[in-house]
């Protein structure tokens, strides 16, 4: 715990930025939990509220990796300032929504805020490295999974609460609450890092016809088709980094096996808690919650072990007992018609959840050069959204053909031998920036 409270207590900023996210994410999961209850109650259709999901998961594929591109053009603090206050912005329509008559307004809300998101995830991912001194990341990771959970607990709650109180209006300004607030926070961090130093590469060439203003030293004036067209060979320049070298390759296949198996998950667990386990809506919420619990854990045991494992080591381990814990979960109604096993494990399962996560994104942020970060955190985020769509789609079409026990092992085995495969490359994962000198690099 003395890591953890070095991070905690020395790094002013990096508190500011954890704190933001948290009250940011509980206002998500507040809207998220309320806004599922209540499109459901206002129309009575599992396709209506399916439709929020697609809403939300969308702009990840189509954004993802543009939207990385921008974030390492712009100044990632104050770029997270313009997004939360556009976030406000974007929830304000909510305010009129009290029938089925106006459920298309959440729609558009809901795929507002996941465009906006796009840009906000690898803005904020790529600057939390600079807010570290050199040894702390793995630490800060860890304790950046953690408020996740935290958020998820207390969000999911009273998302309940105020739904059932204000309907979405609440829900909404609840929510737009939260992004003031993280707002001041951002912009009470002092770290002034500008926008990020460009990548060598086509990306820096300038655009053919560029040339400097009078009176301007050397900045270019770029008319709008030179300026698409050096964005377009920016964005190339992410996608080549993104399979440049073995290990960036392996972090993506990793991330692509995995997220199939979170759609294969997300669309199949309801249906395994009602029919293998034989539990109610109460009994799947309750299964569901006490992941959080297990989360909030895991988050503080990987925080204390930043300092003493290699961040590769706790993502191999993390990724193997994870999928290990999963296949014991999805296996127990073979042996026993209790729910106690569900709970069990899915308490367990947080703290290799935690390493997983905290592992994988400390080995990608040492990875990925610092004027590139934005984009290869783009692409990985765009590579999963389709892999969880994927994994969505073929839930969908063979679930009830295979069952939903096999699928789900599936599922449970991506992540061991995943896992198994990541410990196999310790030493090509390892061979990532020492983390001081990536500390050294300028945001």
């Known amino acids: 715990m003395k890591d953890v409270w070095a991070v905690l207590t020395r790094q002013r900023d990096y508190r500011l930025l954890l704190g933001a996210g948290l009250v940011s994410l509980t206002g998500d999961w507040i809207l998220r939990t309320g806004l599922a209850f209540r499109v459901y109650e206002l129309t009575g259709s599992t396709l209506t509220s399916g439709g929020l999901l697609l809403a939300s998961f969308v702009p990840t594929v189509v954004l993802g990796s543009v939207a990385g591109v921008f974030a390492d053009r712009w100044d990632r603090r104050r770029a997270m300032i313009v997004l939360n206050l556009l976030h406000v912005i974007a929830l304000l329509p ?31 991912q790529s600057l939390l490295p600079a807010l570290t001194e050199p040894g702390q990341l793995l630490t800060a990771n860890a304790l950046n ?24 209006p609440l829900l909404a300004t609840a929510d737009a609450g939260t992004f003031v607030a993280a707002l001041v926070l951002v912009s009470s961090i002092r770290h002034r890092a500008g926008r990020a130093p460009a990548v060598r590469g086509a990306a820096e060439r300038a655009a053919p016809g560029v040339r400097a203003e009078p009176g301007r030293g050397s900045r270019p004036r770029i008319r709008t088709g030179e300026a698409l067209a050096r964005l377009a060979e920016e964005w190339k320049d992410g996608l080549r980094l993104c399979a440049a070298g073995r290990a960036m390759r392996l972090v993506f296949l990793f991330g692509l096996v995995t997220q199939i198996g979170e759609g294969l998950m997300s669309t199949l667990f309801a249906p395994f808690v009602r029919t293998e386990l034989g539990g109610g809506a109460q009994a799947y919420g309750l299964i569901v919650s006490s ?22 080591t706790m993502w191999g381990t ?95 085995l991506g992540y061991v031998l995943g896992g198994i495969v990541v410990l196999a490359q310790r030493r090509l994962l390892g061979a990532e920036r020492p983390e001081r000198e990536a500390a050294a690099q300028p945001a």
């Open 94 to 124: 909510l305010l009129a929504v009290h029938d089925r008559r106006t459920i298309g307004i959440v729609y558009a809300v809901v795929l507002a805020q996941s465009c906006l998101q796009q840009f906000f995830v690898p803005a904020e």
């Open 145 to 168: 999974s953690q408020t996740r959970d935290v958020a998820r607990l207390l969000g999911g709650a009273l998302g309940g609460v105020l739904a059932a109180a204000g309907g979405i």
């Open 291 to 312: 992941q959080a619990v297990g989360g909030i854990v895991g988050g503080l045991v990987a925080a204390a072990a930043g300092s003493r494992l290699p961040a590769v």
């Open 318 to 412: 993390g990724s193997v007992l994870f999928g290990l814990v999963d296949l014991t979960l999805f296996c127990s109604p073979l042996a026993t018609d209790s729910l106690v096993p569900a709970f069990v494990c899915m308490i367990l399962v947080g703290v290799p959840g935690a390493f997983t996560v905290a592992g994988s994104m400390t080995v990608l942020q040492r990875l990925a050069e610092d004027g590139a970060r934005g984009r290869v955190l783009g692409a990985l985020s765009a590579v999963e959204g389709a892999a969880v769509l994927a994994g969505i789609t073929v839930a969908g079409l063979l679930g009830n053909v295979v069952g939903t026990i096999p699928l789900l092992v599936l599922q449970a």
